[in-house]
């Protein structure tokens, strides 16, 4: 049965902190992999990684895949409050589907 | 652009009830899809459509049909409302050749 996990559940930090998330997979048929941050309402859109080893990085927020191993990591350094928020990953597999994990509820305390 | 909308935010319904969740893209994009998302279980696929014309069931279609009125427009459509439908659903979109889905704002839906 394909299936993403996601880990931890939950995340209590402080500003400053750096803070990793993690993701990983059982596709068939896998394609990518993409980490969306859900804040109140929609699931907006990070990275999408395809490669192994080639790391994407938007501002603080960097992401790597592993596809030997089957995992990604979400990395995030010196956190601040306004990254509060669900960070969710997806795999892609066949040409149109997205299966999610449940989650990662990071919350960044001052 | 507005992105993907959704209508309504929010709605209460009766055991039984039946509504339709409107959802609809400005983007030109050919896939849409219908997601659920309850706590713990993160965003599950009820039904998706990859083109104008086609529809298909996703992990969760028990309870649900489609329509794929246009290009811009899907609507989700619960015939008879029960407590378990009780959920968050979103809809999103993407083009041909990508990968990357984008989500409209959710409608919150309580069935009493």
């Known amino acids: 049965e394909d299936k993403v996990v996601q880990s931890p559940l939950s995340l209590v930090v402080h500003e400053g902190d750096t803070v990793t998330l993690n993701c990983s997979y059982e596709?068939?048929?896998?394609?990518?992999l993409l980490w969306y941050k859900q804040e109140k309402k929609a699931p907006t859109f990070l990275f999408m990684l395809t490669s192994s080893g080639i790391e994407k990085k938007s501002g603080r927020l960097s992401s790597i895949l592993d596809k030997k191993e089957l995992f990604s990591i979400l990395n995030i350094t010196a956190t601040q409050t306004g990254d509060s928020a669900i960070y969710l990953c997806?795999?892609?597999?066949?040409?149109?589907?997205?299966?999610f994990g449940t989650g990662t509820r990071l919350q960044v305390f001052p | 652009n507005a992105g993907v909308t959704q209508t309504p935010k929010f709605q209460v319904l009766k055991t039984g009830q039946s509504m339709t969740l409107q959802c609809a893209q400005d983007?030109?994009?050919?896939?849409m899809y219908w997601y659920r998302q309850d706590p713990g279980m993160g965003l599950r696929l009820i039904y998706y459509?990859?083109?104008?014309?086609?529809?298909d069931k996703g992990e969760v279609p028990n309870g649900y049909n489609v329509s794929r009125l246009n290009k811009r427009e899907f609507s989700l459509r619960l015939e008879s409302a029960a407590p378990s439908q009780t959920s968050v659903y979103f809809c999103a979109s993407k083009t041909s050749g990508q990968e990357t889905q984008y989500f409209g704002p959710g409608t919150r839906l309580l069935v009493l």
């Open positions: 596709v068939t048929n896998f394609r990518s």
């Open positions: 459509s990859a083109s104008e014309g086609t529809t």
């Open positions: 997806a795999a892609v597999y066949n040409t149109d589907k997205l299966i």
């Open positions: 983007m030109n994009h050919n896939s």
